[in-house]
Nanobody, 127 residues
Framework: QVQLVESGGGLVQPGGSLRLSCAAS????????MAWFRQAPVKEREFVAA????????YHGDSVKGRFTISKDNGKSTMYLQMNSLKPEDTAVYYC????????????????????WGQGTQVTVSS
């Protein structure tokens, strides 16, 4: 079992920045794949970024590449999503997720790969 708690969401103006955090507990942090997804109203859950357990290799979705950065701090058992140059279309509920094993880079982008999910944190980009 893995418990995940997101924080850091809020209201920000276009062009601004936010950093989301995902605190994990229950299994040895850093040994399993983790990811960020987002979901806007009436849209499907969208892959944002993922990182592998152990190696820490990272992957980012095309819509956020160059603006968002996923990272983790094993000592704090926390994953982060640094979001820069935010746009109104980034408005969504952001979820962190945790899985198991070593999925391929393709499967890291699918919500069905992940077993454990946080409750979500709202990010609103608006002037």
């Amino acid at each position: 079992q893995v418990q995940l708690v997101e924080s850091g969401g809020g209201l920000v103006q276009p062009g601004g920045s936010l950093r989301l955090s995902c605190a994990a507990s229950g299994r040895t942090f850093g040994t399993y794949p983790m990811a960020w997804f987002r979901q806007a109203p009436v849209k499907e859950r969208e892959f944002v970024a993922a990182l592998r357990g152990n190696s820490g290799m990272t992957y980012h979705g095309d819509s956020v590449k160059g603006r968002f950065t996923i990272s983790k701090d094993n000592g704090k058992s926390t994953m982060y999503l640094q979001m820069n140059s935010l746009k109104p279309e980034d408005t969504a509920v952001y979820y962190c997720a945790a899985g198991s094993g070593s999925p391929t880079s393709l499967y890291l982008r699918f919500p069905s790969t992940y077993t454990f999910w946080g409750q979500g944190t709202q990010v609103t980009v608006s002037s």
